[in-house]
């Protein structure tokens, strides 16, 4: 047997077409990816397994007693078949074949027990594993020493991979930890003592090889801190570094543009405001760079709080660049912050304060006259706040001193497109990031330390509660009091959105889809749905409604008659979209229809109901943010989710979203639902998740990844080299690939 270490290629125990396979469908390279690859289950050899839950096509492990077996010749062909009927303690039974009985007839005789491993079939109505793999509990072949290891310990079962069945993956994992001469130990013998943590080696053993007294959670709560810690000290390195990055301090001047802003405020700022503005006044001020997450509810007002921020950069000497996902909420924050500065928004204007600056909207699909005019305000400094989408990330904008970058809905960005506009800076520029919901990907690089955060819990008075219900689609009774409550609601006055997947054709009555759904780059109606989610099969192919397909609808429905609809998506034309917003906001337009352009930061406080079509193809923060549009004012509101038949995870997401309206335990339950994405590099969400034991949105391993930052940031403030660390920085380089390091060396 070889000796290998914990870096040693799988292809030292594989063959290389195995080892590829391992590499390719679950990530696993080396001896010490092997030894992370825990297993789904445990079985005890000595309590069969319940036949009666199996399903035709599911790979399984079973443990199950040889009943009977018999061998008749082949038909076409010399040898004999043999047929053995395993069963379990409830009379369910189990066929299993051999085509050829040579090597198994004289060893799966009545009575004996064992484990079977295969793919579940039928022939006829009965259930089988053909040829399948297995081991039996007292086999004299397998030696005393087997039969004495079945009697004693758990059987760990993997999930699969092409030839390697849970059998195999056991043999190669035990053969594994046989060979390694010595474990590596990444954690400190401080720490682990202090933390009262089991040797890595014991672990090991505890979630590969439990015996039957043994808890194999322990060994796994091990690992879970191994993962937490050296995650852990990746970000405590990546923060020392930055650091040593020197930013800007902005104080801002006594009796400026903030003071006179504050002074103006029709309303008096909430407690939570006060003190996250007193938290992003002292950050600006100091010369380390603000990275800091402003989380909140919908409507509780992050928008002033980063308002408030941007004109104390402004004060400072600097300029604020506010980057929205949309160019409809690029406009309406442009129209809004213009609207609440007033004069202070007229800077070198007639009729302007005297400590007023400009506020410039810069979008991709502006004219050239209108384009060079922000671009120029911009760079010369004469715009104090630059307002727009991605165009605002392009080379050739500049900035005269660019103090803080506001990121809104900040999960609608890449990582890539974030950097791209802080690079902008003279000297780095203060973040502060906005969401009303944080995704699985912020959710984790928050509890991992990346941002500071700061929450805003409590709602501005005056906000009306929120009422949601899912609406069965295939039941007409439904779907036509979904229309009259609609009706009601624009009889008294208020009005209305309806939210399509997608956009459709502008005389397309029937919008029949079963790919992607036809939106632009601004209408992500699938961005925040995990195809995962949908089972095996992907999306579930039915048509989704467009939002011509829903016009039709409504103009021919009789409970809407006389009532003013109006469209809006990404693809109309800015000028068609803003002017349809303004229309909506006055109150020309009763209903309007549109796909999810209109997710964040439109204001419509006369909205009192929202209907949300085809609502199983959006996700939780999603739904959760769309229905954030309505209970603006002082109007309850009200949200329907309609849908039809859409499976068991997509009704589990609508049923969370009915049940709350708390946008802290509906992230943490997409969280569970949808993973967290990659905490140390560009992927925001799915599968591609660089944990592999740890699953955010739970609290224990919450607590163990809060325990392990303490521990990794105390480490290496004292040593951010690792220089007395070898294991340690050995384990850090091994967690990095080439795109992770890079990432991280951008900041």
């Known amino acids: 047997m070889p000796v ?108 004996v027990r064992g484990l079977f ?15 399948p793999e297995y ?154 760079p603000m990275h800091r997450l402003l989380q909140g509810e919908v409507g509780s007002g992050k928008t002033i709080v980063a308002l408030r921020a941007m004109l104390a950069a402004i004060d400072a000497g600097g300029q604020a660049a506010l980057l929205a996902p949309t160019e409809v909420l690029a406009a309406q924050h442009h129209r809004s912050i213009t609207t609440m500065l007033g004069e202070l928004a007229l800077g070198g204007m007639l009729g302007g304060a005297e400590h007023g600056t400009t506020v410039a909207l810069l979008t991709g699909s502006q004219g050239a006259a209108t384009r060079r005019k922000a671009l120029l305000a911009a760079a010369s400094g004469e715009a104090g706040i630059v307002v727009g989408t991605h165009a605002l990330i392009q080379k050739h904008v500049q900035f005269a001193d660019l103090a803080l970058v506001v990121v809104d809905e900040q999960h609608r960005f890449g990582v890539e ?128 409604t467009g939002v011509y397909a829903m016009l039709s609808t409504l103009q021919a429905t009789a409970a809407l008659e006389g009532v003013r609809l109006g469209v809006l998506h990404g693809r109309l034309d800015p000028d068609a979209k803003d002017a349809t917003m303004r229309a909506f906001a006055a109150g020309d337009i009763d209903v309007l229809v549109a796909t999810t352009v209109i997710e964040v930061g439109v204001d419509v406080p006369n909205a009192s109901v929202m209907v949300v079509v085809d609502a199983d193809r959006f996700g939780i923060s999603q739904l959760h943010q769309l229905r954030g549009r309505v209970g603006r004012g002082a109007v309850p509101g009200l949200c329907l989710l309609m849908t039809r038949d859409p499976g068991e995870p997509a009704v589990e997401r609508l049923t969370q979203v009915a049940a709350t309206t708390d946008g802290f335990e509906l992230a943490r339950a997409d969280l569970l639902l949808r993973r967290e994405g990659d905490v140390l590099g560009a992927r925001q969400s799915g599968r591609a998740s660089s944990v592999r034991h740890l699953r955010l949105g739970r609290v224990e391993d919450e607590q163990i990844i809060a325990d392990a930052r303490e521990d990794a940031f105390a480490l290496v403030a004292d040593d951010p080299d690792l220089r007395a660390h070898p294991a340690l920085a050995a384990a850090v380089a091994m967690r990095l690939d080439d795109e992770q390091a890079a990432w991280l060396e951008r900041g």
């Open 4 to 111: 290998l270490t914990e870096d040693s290629p799988l292809t030292k125990l594989l063959t290389k077409p195995d080892a590829a396979q391992l590499a390719k469908t679950k990530g696993l390279q080396s001896v010490g990816d092997l030894f992370e690859f825990v297993p789904r289950r445990y079985v005890r050899p000595g309590q069969l397994t319940d036949l009666s839950s199996l399903h035709v096509g599911e790979d399984v492990l079973v443990v199950a007693e040889v009943r009977k077996a018999t061998t008749r010749p082949m038909r076409n062909r010399r040898g004999k078949m043999l047929t053995v009927v395993i069963g379990d303690d409830h009379g369910n039974e189990l066929d299993v074949t051999f085509f050829s009985a040579y090597g198994h007839e004289k060893k799966l005789l009545p009575g």
């Open 117 to 131: 491993v295969g793919q579940i079939g039928s022939y006829g109505r009965r259930l089988q594993l053909t040829h």
């Open 135 to 288: 081991e039996l509990f007292d086999d004299d072949e397998e030696g005393e020493a087997t039969v004495e290891w079945y009697r004693t310990h758990r059987v760990p079962v993997y999930s699969t991979t092409g030839k390697l069945n849970s059998l195999k993956l056991r043999r190669l994992v035990h053969q594994a930890l046989d060979s390694v001469d010595r474990v590596r130990e990444p954690v400190p013998e401080g720490v682990r003592a202090a933390r009262g943590l089991l040797d890595r080696a014991v672990a090991l053993e505890l979630v590969h090889r439990p015996s039957l007294d043994d808890k194999p959670s322990l060994g796994l709560d091990r690992l879970k801190y191994d993962e937490a810690f050296v995650l852990q000290t990746i970000l405590a390195q990546r923060r020392k570094v930055a650091e040593a990055d020197l930013a800007t301090p902005r104080l801002p001047r006594p009796g400026g543009l903030l003071a006179a802003f504050d002074a103006r405020l029709p309303f008096e700022l909430t407690a939570g405001q006060q003190e996250i503005g007193e938290v992003l006044a002292s950050e600006l001020a100091s010369e380390r």
């Open 417 to 544: 497109q974030r950097d791209a506009l802080r690079e902008k800076g003279l000297r780095p520029p203060h973040v502060l990031v906005m969401t009303a919901t944080p995704i699985p990907r912020t959710v984790a690089m928050t509890v991992f330390g990346d941002m500071e955060t700061s929450t805003l819990r409590e709602l501005p008075k005056g906000r009306a509660p929120i009422t949601t219900h899912v609406v069965d689609a295939d039941k007409p009774g439904w779907v036509d009091r979904t229309w009259q409550r609609v009706a009601e609601e624009v009889a008294k006055g208020h009005q209305a959105y309806v939210v399509c997947p997608r956009i459709g054709d502008v005389d397309d009555e029937t919008a029949p889809t079963t790919g992607a759904a036809d939106t632009s780059d601004e209408d992500a109606g699938w961005d925040d749905w995990d195809a995962d989610d949908a089972g095996e099969g992907g999306a579930p192919e039915r048509e989704l």
